[in-house]
């Protein structure tokens, strides 16, 4: 019963699953965490060789298996690792964030962000940002959400 | 699964939540419909003959040899047919667009039930004086309207065939196969496969052009006349070849006609929507976020172009409403 009640003042902790770039993004972090920047802890981060491997699917999966956000992130456009990969993420993304919004799903629950190897700061607030959004949303709940 | 040939084997066709495209389907085979009833007991098929429920339910159970299940899940009738048809049944085959994947009714779980309702019934365009509403206050047999679902997510089958509807060639290979293999002349797909249908997409059996062009605008197929020999996405039509699996013979883009996705997500294909936004994507130009958006804004409908038969089989199945 008190588990209960815990169960229920307990204030909503959002997943955030981030797609990030082995040039770029990924070192941000990294250095982030170098550099002792705090940053919110809901991030759970999966590194790709590029911001161009991601696709669409990766989101829909994600919040499919209970994620209430996801981080996408890359090298600035005009800094891709593999020359332009990151101008075909910038496509999809924008097809995605409009079709999820005729899905219903907020726009705050997606975001692309740029962040150099250098830019640990900035992704680290982008990051705190994106974890308050969120959090203000509430949970997606998608699992549970399949209706019978 | 061969027979001692003294009573045949027993045939079996529902329809679901469907349009009874599927049926038409079948009886489009022609001649084979001959080798249907010469192979086999049509033993329920309410489309052609009369037999009621409870007749169903008194058959031995693995009686049905071949079950063609068409049609979605909507209702409690619709699942109770499945669960029942199920059990009846050897090889129970979803068959048809709305079986596999949810297809056109399946947009359905882009809205609420409300919406769904006040769009059927009360729109501008609607004949409807009285206001009269089916009531689903309470539980009837006809049951709650729920999410559309697909028969695999409420039981097992053995083998989907997708299409809206199967390529009638396509459906008299399947027939002719199981008739094969009940005399003991072939084997049977693994459990769990796609029949009917090809293995690759529908640009792979699209005889048109592809260059590698990009585009600065969408077009509809009503304000232009269209390059008969050019990919069309390539001309700025929304085309679903690269989504969509192979079986049809690329019949949409052979009339001129953009592929619309009928036969599902391509082999390896887990979600035909996000493959179809990253074709897309492919095809647009342009670097710049404001430039692209302003290309995109020419997708009228982009999750009911995407998932325009899928929606219900997709990751995330239906909208948050
Ligand atoms: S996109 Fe359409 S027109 Fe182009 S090759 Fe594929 S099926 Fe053919
Ligand atoms: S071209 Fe596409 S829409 Fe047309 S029949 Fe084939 S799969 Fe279906």
Redesign the pocket.
Known sequence: MLDKVAEQVKPFDPVIVGFTCNWCSYRAADSAGMARIKYAPNVRLIRLMCSGRWDPQFVLKAFAEGADGVLISGCHPGDCHYLEQNYKTIRRYELLKQTLASLGIEDGRVKLVWASAAEGAILAEEIDHMVAEVRALGPLNWGGNHGA | MAHNGESKPKFAMYWAASCGGCEIAVLNTHELILEVDANFDVVFWPVAMDAKYHDVEAMDDGSITLCLFNGAIRNDENEEMAHLLRRKSQLLVAFGSCASEGCIPGLANLYSKQTMLDTAFSTITTDNPGAVRPIIAYDMPEGRIEILRTLDQVVKVDYSMPG?PPESHQIAAVVRLVIDALHGNAALPPRGAVIGAGDST?CDECRRTRSEKTITEFRRMATFQPDPVQCLLEQGILC?GMA?RSG?D????SANMP?????GPAAGVVDQGARMMSAVASVIGGNDPKEIRAIMRGIADPAGTFYRFSLPSSLLRHAKV
Request: proline fraction near 7%.
């Open positions: 809206c529908v679903s969509t049809c690329a019949r949409c883009p592929c619309i996705g009928c036969y």
